[in-house]
Each structure stands twice: as C-alpha cells, then as structure tokens.
C-alpha cells in the first residue's frame, strides 16, 4: 500500500483554502470550494474530495477560472431564477441559489434555477441536501465533457452526466441519492488507474471498442453508460436540460471550448426544487414516505440511498481519513 498521510477535517479544510487563496482565489471562492471538498472527504467520497484540489489549483494557474468570481442571481419569471456564475467555481454560485430557490418553490410550488457560466467539478448530493434541509424535494443535473460513449457507439460523446435527488424528512438526515449516467464515476476510473486496481468490465471500453477491466485503457477509450441504451438516453436527457434548455454548453461544445488544463470544462446545471406542501398532502407526505422507507429496509440487505455516506460522516469525524503522499505531494507542488 502506498504512503498514507493522515488529516482531519479541519486540515482538509486549510490545505483546500489556503492552496486555492494561494493561487489566486479570493477567500469567498476558496471557502466555498473548500466547504465541497471537506464534505467530500466527510462522507467518504474521495473521489471529489482532495483527490480534485489538483484540478481546481491548475485552472487557476491556467487563469481558465476566475478566482473573484461575483455570481449574480436573476429572477427570470416567477419560478424560473437564473445564476450567472461569473466564469467561477460552481460552489459560490450554488450558494446564491439555494435560498431564492427554496422561497420560489414555496411560493408557486415548483421552481428552477440555472446556474450558467461555471465550473462544476463535485458531486451533485450537496445541491440535493441543501434543497431538502430547506424543506424541498429535488433534482439536479449537471453535464461535462466527452467521456461516455453514446448507445451502439464507442468514442467519447456524453459526459458523465450525473443527476441527483432529495427527499426531506422529519427530524432525520434527508434521503438523497447522487449517481453519474456513466456505469461508474470519472475519479472512481481515475483512482482505480492511479492505485492499480481493476474496474468491473461493464465500466468501458478501449480506444477500439472492446469491453475491458483496466481503468487506464477506458481512460483511453471511453466509459459505458449504465444499462446501456437506457444510461445513455438519461445521458442525452440531461445535455438537453443542462444545454439546449438554459443555454449552456453540451458535453461535446464544452470539451471543444476546455484548454484541458486537468480542472473542470465549461458548463451548466439545472435545479428543480418542490414544496411538497403544496401538491395536495401538507400533512401526510412525511409520514407517508417514512412507511415506503420503512418496508423497502425490511428486506435484509437493503439500505436507503445516503445511509453510507451518513456512516462515513460520523467514522471521519471520528477518525479522520488519509490520503495518498503522492496526492498530498502534488497538492503542495500545485501550491507553489
């Protein structure tokens, strides 16, 4: 196993801000994207936690992010609302949103925001638990750059497309799952290359098309989407969404526009936010909920989307977690 070195959250939080304040950033920007990391590496999703400050640090270096970035939030109608993200991380952006968002759904039922103009480069459930801890149920979506191959093709077309969704619940952690439209995450693929691990073979394929277990020729290749044609459908679902609809990039223009520095293309995300109160069971959807949650774990295995996540948060508060020397190397190298 290679060299370890062991943080808590607290030093998760300074390497993050301090780096990115280091290489340009303001420290709106820095804390906010130092807030995403740490709750990465809180609940155990390494894969979004420091294990992407490299990335963050480069487009700064490369100047393609703004570091003072001042996202400005618009009403577009009364449930639709709009986020200009001012060529930034998409974290400070998110944060203009979530409370506009929440007051908008409440007020008509339904509503939708836009966050446009940013770098998004984390997982989508913090978006969800922010939506449901307001009181809303939600979704999230969010596009990238090619990675996926779409249905019946073999070369890189889709990004991984990840969706999310929120469910609140009373005086418990709300329900909220986070899932790619890829069989398996970009960074999972990426950690498994760099610590020598297989990857299911459903995962991708090489640069000629042919299924394969190593991670560095699907790096090469393209990744599947999960369940085939029914991934991939999702997969071109959320382009429109995060595209098309708001007027944003498409995977495929954001990879053309990316100067591939390491750190997160152009692009886009769309938020839709419900109050629950106001589709015609104030009262009972609670409850309700709670008694589909409580049949569903009466199957012996089975878990609600999140409970790992929630072990993780209180093993790592605990705990702390460890990260590659190589990992903590390249961090400070980016540093300067």
């Not at 979530?98 to 966050?115: F, H």
């Not at 526009?257 to 995300?269: I, L, R, T, Y």
């Amino acid at each position: 196993m290679s060299e370890q070195v062991k943080l808590t959250l607290e030093q998760c939080h300074a390497l993050a801000k301090d780096s990115l304040m280091k290489r340009g950033a303001n420290e709106a920007n820095a804390v906010a994207v130092a807030d995403t990391i740490t709750a990465a590496e809180r609940d155990g999703c390494a894969s979004h936690g420091l294990f992407r400050l490299p990335g963050y640090l480069s487009s700064l270096i490369s100047g393609k992010v703004s570091g003072n970035a001042k996202p400005s939030l618009e009403r577009l109608s009364p449930g639709v609302l709009r986020v200009n993200a001012d060529n930034g991380f998409a974290p400070l952006a998110l944060s203009h949103a979530y409370d506009a968002l929440a007051e908008a759904a409440k007020e008509n039922g339904i509503a939708a925001c836009a966050i446009t103009r940013m770098y998004h480069f984390a997982a989508l459930w913090p978006e969800a638990t922010e939506m449901a801890n307001r009181g809303c149920v939600s979704m999230a979506w969010t596009a990238a750059t090619p990675m996926v191959a779409p249905a019946g093709g073999i070369k890189p077309f889709y990004g991984t497309n990840p969706m999310a969704f929120g469910w609140p619940r009373k005086d418990r952690e709300p329900m909220v799952f986070d899932q790619a439209s890829a069989a398996m995450a970009r960074g999972e693929i990426m950690i498994a290359a760099r610590d020598g691990h297989s990857v299911p073979s459903t995962a991708g394929v090489d640069k000629d098309g042919n299924p394969t277990t190593d991670p560095n020729e699907i790096l090469a290749g393209a990744q599947s989407a999960f369940g085939g044609y029914k991934g991939a459908a999702l997969s071109l679902m959320i382009e429109l969404l995060v595209g098309p609809l708001i007027g944003d990039f498409c995977s495929f223009e954001a990879g053309a526009a990316d100067n591939k520095d390491g750190g997160p293309p152009p692009g886009a995300e769309l938020i839709i936010a419900m109050d629950p109160r106001r589709f015609g069971d104030a009262y009972g959807f609670e409850d309700h909920a709670e008694k589909l949650f409580a049949e569903l774990l009466k199957q012996p295995g089975t878990r609600l989307p999140g409970d790992r996540r929630y072990l993780n948060r209180q093993r790592v508060a605990k705990e702390g977690f460890s990260i590659p020397q190589s990992l903590y190397d390249a961090i400070l190298e980016k540093t300067g």
